[in-house]
């Protein structure tokens, strides 16, 4: 079956540096891949998607990579901030109706 | 405002009560979606409608009803619930392909 990963563990960087957050999935081949932002006790923003035939996307202090032969996206928070901790989810098109399937999430963490 | 809006922020509500959950959306969107989120967890789907119609009930018990009056206003009906159901509701909306979703703040639904 479908399954996608993200690090379960909490991602603590300091202030500054970049932060580096893992999605991985199985089975599967995706068109493209979505990641989402979430603060606590509120839903998801989106942040950025990239396409199957696009090696890398950037926005602001935000790039993301998509391997499709390693079936791995990575997400780049760059000269991180404070403000910047949140959970991170990766999602992608799957199921019926290409409705998106989700990671659990990575929690990050940037201290002062 | 993300441009969809969930009330109650917050519900309490005792196993016997009758409560409904509201999301509404004015982005033109065509799909509309109920998640459950508890703590640690993926994302649930819980149901999908397209154009009004309901195209995806995930095995929801039918202690959850949805109702769907038009693309703009969805709504969760409750009754019955059990205390495993307390979690974070969250609505959100997409356009057809790529599925972006835009989320609403959610409902923390608490049962008693």
């Known amino acids: 079956s479908q399954k996608i990963e993200q690090n379960s563990e909490a991602l603590n960087i300091q202030e500054g540096k970049t932060a580096t957050l893992t999605c991985n999935y199985t089975?599967?081949?995706?068109?493209?891949l979505q990641w989402y932002r979430q603060d606590p006790g509120r839903g998801p923003v989106f942040l950025l998607l990239i396409r199957e035939n696009e090696k890398e996307k950037r926005k602001e202090r935000l790039k993301v990579t998509f391997d499709t032969t390693l079936k791995q996206s990575l997400f780049h928070i760059t000269a991180s901030q404070p403000a910047d901790s949140a959970t991170y989810l990766c999602?992608?098109?799957?199921?019926?109706?290409?409705?998106?399937?989700w990671g659990a999430g990575t929690k990050l963490i940037i201290k002062p | 405002e993300t441009g969809v809006t969930q009330t109650p922020r917050h519900l309490v509500m005792g196993m016997t009560n009758k409560k409904s959950l509201k999301c509404e959306q004015h982005l033109g969107h065509n799909a509309m979606y109920w998640y459950k989120q508890s703590a640690k967890k993926p994302l649930e789907l819980m149901f999908v409608y397209n154009f009004k119609e309901q195209t995806e009930n995930n095995s929801v018990p039918s202690r959850f009803s949805p109702e769907c009056p038009n693309s703009s206003h969805l709504f969760l009906h409750l009754h019955t619930l059990q205390p495993e159901d307390s979690a974070l509701y969250l609505c959100?909306?997409?356009?057809?392909?790529?599925?972006?979703?835009?989320f609403g703040s959610g409902t923390r639904l608490t049962v008693v």
């Open positions: 089975n599967y081949s995706p068109a493209y």
């Open positions: 999602a992608l098109p799957g199921g019926s109706n290409y409705q998106l399937i």
């Open positions: 959100a909306s997409s356009q057809v392909g790529p599925y972006v979703y835009t």
